[in-house]
């Protein structure tokens, strides 16, 4: 098993004092290599999730282990360790930096990690995703869909044993989502990294041989 | 892929912001440069322009005035010695402690080099820095019987224009005052570059000289020849025979003293020739040592913290102009952090943005330093006779690199703070 939440529960305070429960998740695992995609309705707490899974955010409560390791448990700047060099996260909004060519933002995924920043297998990963004759250009100068590609390249960067995809074709034209799609799935299988890929396209849910229902998982319903 | 270039990039994607911050930078260490490399000049130049020699004996009064109106031709002259005061100090009681002596008068000026009459052992015999000695670029030195002849400095030679062979006339002078024409000296020698204010200045024999500046009553025997038409021009006037001694005077004497004379005779020297001869002897190192520690170094002191707090100003407009970015980037550093770069990572590349741009205004601004040093280099010799180069650098703007990197750290500390304490998943959430 890679990743195991056991009585995992997150809140944020209000202004007025009390806490507003966004998660509860008495159990969920995934196993290494494995490919899941979680649906829910908005402000359920996907991405609250993927954060807490990720180390950007700590439980309130309950354990989150990964490999073995107990990410909750860790001080913050062995998170920041773990995530470099085991997690790769791509955004419903890309997130690549503006001013960093395509080649740079890929190279930035392997920076924080202990290895050094392999530029050939940057190259090998953008030629992967259909962009090699794009290594040169920033973000601004690519399309939606390369940009997403970019992002997928980066997420892969590091080697990482788990990749986290918080809609990663909401903001993608219709014709790039199923590449996108078939991209992170089929990258993911090639290099045996497990997938949780969060959606609200059933067209996309569907094609998953596992299904979560966040609402399923999530026994306090989104509060926000 | 480095932190710096992390720093680099963040810089480039606010590429006239960063300039600005850079350029203000820049100004402030330009003139820091110029106030280093105007005044290591000035005083390398100064200390340079005072060795060759270990005495100046002149006519009593500010022993600084004697030092810059016979070294450096400035300021007024204190007075002048009798020739009788001159040859008591070199052949009388203290010819023994003086391995040789030149005779110095300061004259007017030929297009703004000032004329002054001298000895041909000034450029034989005399160093004008320790071990180096006086060369001729063109010509030859002046003879001590052809009364005419001058030597030109380097400098003086450009602002002239006087070449080997080309005659002149002193511009004023008792001969002038006469309304008469003064016979001209020939230019026989220009000497190579000094580096001193000699270099600015128009040496013509000595005796020359002293007829130039002859009134008729004065002149030898009483008789002066016209030479000329008769048409009612200006006459050109020659001094027949000597001038008597007693109607000479000299401005200075640089002294060169005995080298194997004992050191407690040397330390009594100045106050021996004060005290028998009535004149003044002081040592031009001491006097310029002082003039430099007290005046100038004071000077210096107050211009340097005036820049140094321009530099500090822009410091703080670096500070401000990362700080005001911060909102800006929050995303950007969350993504950072995401992609698993620590806290205190965060916080070297926002230090390093800052150190990138005091550095890059520093060198831009040691480049504009010494090129304003360049531009005023011939403001300065054309005042005060000291030579400026504009790549002569100075040891003390080493501690400039340390400099900014320290106020760089000090100004980038707050914005670094901010992007330390960025809420990484908060930031993500919120639109870029």
């Known amino acids: 098993m890679l990743l195991q939440l056991r009585d995992v529960t997150k809140s944020f305070s209000q202004p007025d004092g009390t806490a507003l429960p966004i998660l509860d998740i008495p159990d969920f695992a995934v196993d290494a290599g494995e490919q899941v995609v979680l649906v829910g309705r908005s402000g359920c707490g996907k991405t609250t999730l993927l954060h807490v899974i990720a180390g950007i955010s700590r439980p309130t409560t309950g354990r989150v282990k990964i490999d073995g390791w107990d ?63 794009r290594l040169t250009h920033k973000p601004p100068m690519l399309s939606v869909g390369e940009q997403q590609r970019v992002a997928v390249a980066r997420a892969l960067a590091n080697r990482p044993q788990l990749i986290l995809a918080d809609e990663p074709t909401a903001n993608v034209d219709v014709g790039n989502q199923q590449q996108i799609i078939d991209l992170l799935r ?16 059933p067209e996309v849910a569907e094609q998953f041989g596992r299904i979560e229902y966040l609402e399923q998982v999530n026994r306090v319903r989104a509060g926000r | 892929m480095s932190l710096w270039k992390i720093a680099w990039r963040s ?10 911050t850079a350029f203000s930078m820049a100004m402030g260490v330009a003139l820091v440069v110029a106030v280093l490399v105007i005044h290591g000049v000035i005083d390398q130049s100064f200390r340079r322009g005072a060795q060759g020699y270990d005495l100046i004996v002149g006519a009593k009064g500010s022993p600084l005035e004697l030092v810059l109106s016979a070294v450096y031709h400035l300021g007024r002259v204190p007075g002048n010695i009798s020739y009788e005061a001159y040859d008591e100090l070199v052949n009388g009681q203290f010819a023994a402690d003086i391995q040789f002596a030149i005779p110095i008068c300061l004259g007017d000026s030929f297009k703004r080099c000032r004329v002054i009459g001298t000895t041909p052992d000034m450029f034989d015999r005399l160093e004008y820095m320790d071990g180096r000695t006086y060369a001729f670029a063109e010509g030859r030195n002046f003879q001590v019987e052809a009364f005419n002849e001058a030597v030109i400095g380097a400098t003086a030679a450009r602002k002239t224009g006087l070449k080997v062979g080309d005659s002149f006339t002193p511009v004023r002078g008792s001969a002038a005052n006469r309304g008469e024409e003064q016979e001209p000296f020939e230019v026989v020698g220009i000497l190579e570059p000094t580096g001193t204010p000699n270099d600015q200045a128009v040496f013509v024999n000595i005796e020359g000289f002293f007829r130039l500046y002859a009134s008729p009553a004065e002149d030898a025997d009483g008789t002066a020849e016209a030479a000329g038409t008769g048409d009612g021009k200006k006459k050109a006037r020659r001094v027949v025979g000597e001038i008597p001694d007693e109607q000479k005077e000299v401005t200075a004497v640089l002294v060169v003293v005995n080298p194997n004379m004992i050191a407690t005779r040397r330390v009594a020297l100045p106050k021996l020739i004060n005290k028998q001869l009535g004149i003044q002897a002081v040592a031009p190192s001491e006097q310029i040592a002082r003039l430099l520690e007290g005046i100038v170094g004071n000077v210096q002191l107050i211009l340097l913290i005036l820049a140094v707090m321009i530099v500090v100003v822009a410091g703080i407009g670096i500070m401000v102009s990362i700080y005001n970015s911060m909102s800006d980037r929050r995303h950007e550093i969350a993504i950072i952090r995401a992609l698993g770069a620590r806290r205190a990572t ?6 390093l943005e800052s150190i990138l741009l005091a550095l890059g205004g520093g060198a831009v601004g040691l480049l504009l330093g010494h090129g304003l ?11 005060t006779g000291v030579s400026v180069s504009p790549i002569q650098f100075q040891l003390s703007e080493l ?32 639109s870029p």
């Not at chain 1, 930096?97 to 933002?105: G, I, K, M, R």
């Not at chain 2, 810089?11 to 600005?20: D, Y």
């Open chain 1, 71 to 133: 990410i909750a448990l860790m001080a913050e700047s062995e998170v920041d360790q773990f995530r470099a060099e085991r997690i790769g996260y791509v955004y419903q909004t890309f997130n690549l930096l503006p001013s960093f060519t395509a080649l740079e933002n890929v190279l930035l995924g392997m920076t924080f990690g202990r290895f050094r920043a392999d530029r050939e297998r940057a190259k090998t990963l953008l030629k992967r995703v259909g962009l090699e004759h």
């Open chain 1, 186 to 201: 089929g990258t993911c299988q090639e290099e045996k990294v497990a997938l949780i890929l969060v959606t609200h396209a």
């Open chain 2, 11 to 20: 810089i480039q994607q606010r590429a006239l912001a960063s300039a600005m």
């Open chain 2, 346 to 351: 965060i916080m070297v590349v926002v230090l």
């Open chain 2, 373 to 383: 040093t360049g531009v005023l280099a011939p403001l300065i010799a054309d005042q």
């Open chain 2, 399 to 430: 501690i400039l690199i340390p400099g900014l990197i320290v106020l760089a750290a000090a100004v980038g500390y707050l914005p670094a703070v901010v992007a330390y304490k960025t809420d990484v998943a908060q930031s993500l959430i919120s």
